[in-house]
């Protein structure tokens, strides 16, 4: 069997499979809002496009998306910017981890940074937007399973790296985001996530992956990123998030 022929998609995938992906993508997420009673509009898709190539991005750009998230600032820089130029409402949004030495590539080419989780690259980002002229929307990532191998801010330390980051940032501070740990039910991750939001009077809460958007928009959602069901599988071994 073709992975046409199960409905799964997989690397190398075709023009026309991303496009009915992203049409079936959009529906469940038009349909996860509705049975929370809000309006599909509130919530954003992000189509988390790494290890997949240009072309994958241009059947999606084709298709009608706009919103774009990748995680490594070298392969954003290596497919996007020549886009834009055809795409102006194109916007990317930085997903992964994020280094201080990147900062300045990063203020250049995003238009959301979703990965601001220490002070150190805060005070790498207000460099780089100094420098740059420009300083994209921010969301601090916040590690609701407490893990030790990820990036966020822990639990614990979450309000006052809000407060702070309010107060550096003002409105370009917009949110949160978080990465559930695997395996677990992540719907207490993405209550919390909101909570914490909606305590501090941020709007945005980026949460929900392929395996859990429609969970994440019953808990509040306003943007999902999903890579897999739209683009496919991604190379074995560069899978990570
Ligand atoms: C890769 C990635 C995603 C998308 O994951 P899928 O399971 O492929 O939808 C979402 N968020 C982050 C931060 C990622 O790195």
């Known amino acids: 069997m073709t992975d046409s022929q199960s409905g799964v998609a997989s690397a190398g995938t075709g023009h026309g499979e991303i496009a009915s992906a992203l049409a079936a993508v959009r529906e469940q997420i038009a349909q996860a809002a509705r049975d929370a009673g809000r309006k ?14 240009l072309e994958a991005v241009e059947a999606a750009l084709a298709a009608g ?4 998230g990748e995680n490594r600032v070298q392969e954003a820089m290596s497919k996007f ?25 990063a203020v250049r080419i995003a238009d959301m940074i979703e990965s601001l989780d220490r002070a150190p690259l805060s005070d790498a980002l207000l460099r780089a937007a100094d420098q740059e002229g420009r ?6 990532e916040v590690n609701t399973g407490d893990e030790p191998q990820k990036f966020g801010v822990p639990r614990e330390e ?5 407060r702070a980051s309010v107060a550096r940032f ?5 949110g949160l985001m978080c990465i559930p740990p695997a395996g677990e039910d992540p719907c207490p991750h993405f209550r919390f996530l909101t909570a914490l939001a909606d305590e ?9 992956m392929s395996a859990d958007f429609p969970q994440a928009i019953a808990e509040g959602a306003t943007l999902v990123r999903v890579g897999t069901a739209i683009f496919g599988h991604r190379p074995a071994g560069l899978a990570g998030t």
């Open 170 to 174: 003002g409105s370009k501070l917009r």
């Open 158 to 162: 979450a309000d006052a790296f809000i």
């Open 135 to 140: 300083l994209p929307d921010l969301l601090i």
């Open 81 to 105: 910017p020549q886009l834009r130029e055809r795409y102006p409402d194109l916007r990317l949004h930085l997903i992964g981890g994020l280094q201080t030495n990147k900062a300045r590539d």
């Open 200 to 208: 501090h009077g941020l709007s945005v809460r980026s949460m929900g």
């Open 65 to 68: 998306q706009r919103v774009f």
């Open 40 to 53: 599909p509009e509130t919530v954003t898709l992000v189509a988390v496009s790494k290890f997949h190539p």
